[in-house]
């Protein structure tokens, strides 16, 4: 008994020590190579948004798979680009099956597909994302994955695909949340479950200051 015991204390530290480490290694890189732009966007380019690190993206894949293993997660659902290879490794990690949102509606998408309107904030203009409902089954539980949260409302209009096929949002997963804008708030108003890796309570003199755990 107490063998079993000090086992599962063993595994239990073990996997506290993995997602310290996810989290921390996400925010050290921030701090390293962000690069905070009028105090309004960060960018990270070098590892997250045009440089992928593949070990990097893999401790967030299961990371996110650690805190949504038991919402019965039948699908993901991400948006292009960067959503993509970060929702492939959690989706790896849960054994389901990925779909992304395209931004534009590509000449081969022939069938009948789930569009939504979404505003962008850092492009400053409106654009439809659209997923093909050959790959929306209905009566699903859906994860939501994407790299940013900030006025929600990329995550709203995911949401929106994901409801209009007859499937369940059971969850939002994002890799950095800016605390400081709206789309937490506006998420959870609805009733959505948020899971940010990394929280930013807010950006001074172009750092990032983190909310407190
Ligand atoms: P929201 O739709 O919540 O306003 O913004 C989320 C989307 O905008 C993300 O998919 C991301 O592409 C982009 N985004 C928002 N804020 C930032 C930022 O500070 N840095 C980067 N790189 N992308 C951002």
């Known amino acids: 008994m107490r063998r079993i015991l000090s086992r599962c204390l063993r595994k239990l530290n073990s996997i506290k020590k993995e997602v310290a480490n996810a989290v921390k290694i996400l925010q050290e890189r921030i701090d390293q190579e962000g690069v905070v732009l009028n105090n309004r966007v960060l960018k990270v380019d070098s590892f997250l948004n045009h440089q992928v690190d593949p070990w990097l993206f893999h401790a967030i894949g299961k990371e996110f798979a650690r805190r949504f293993k038991d919402a019965g997660i039948d699908r993901i659902v991400t948006i292009e680009a960067s959503g993509i290879a970060l929702a492939l490794m959690a989706a790896l990690e849960l054994n389901v099956p990925l779909v992304f949102a395209r931004k534009r509606k590509s000449i081969l998408m022939t069938d009948d597909a789930y569009s939504a309107k979404v505003y962008s904030y850092t492009k400053e203009e409106t654009y439809d994302i659209t997923i093909s409902k ?80």
């Open 134 to 213: 050959r790959f929306l089954p209905s009566g699903e539980k859906v994860l939501i994955i994407d790299d940013f949260l900030a006025s929600g409302e990329a995550a709203m209009g995911l949401a929106k695909l994901v409801e209009s096929a007859g499937d369940e949002v059971v969850g939002i997963g994002i890799v950095i949340e800016k605390s400081f804008q709206p789309g937490r708030e506006r998420l959870e108003r609805v009733g959505y479950h948020v899971e940010s890796l990394v929280r930013i309570a807010r950006f001074e003199d172009n750092q990032c200051i983190y909310m407190e755990e």
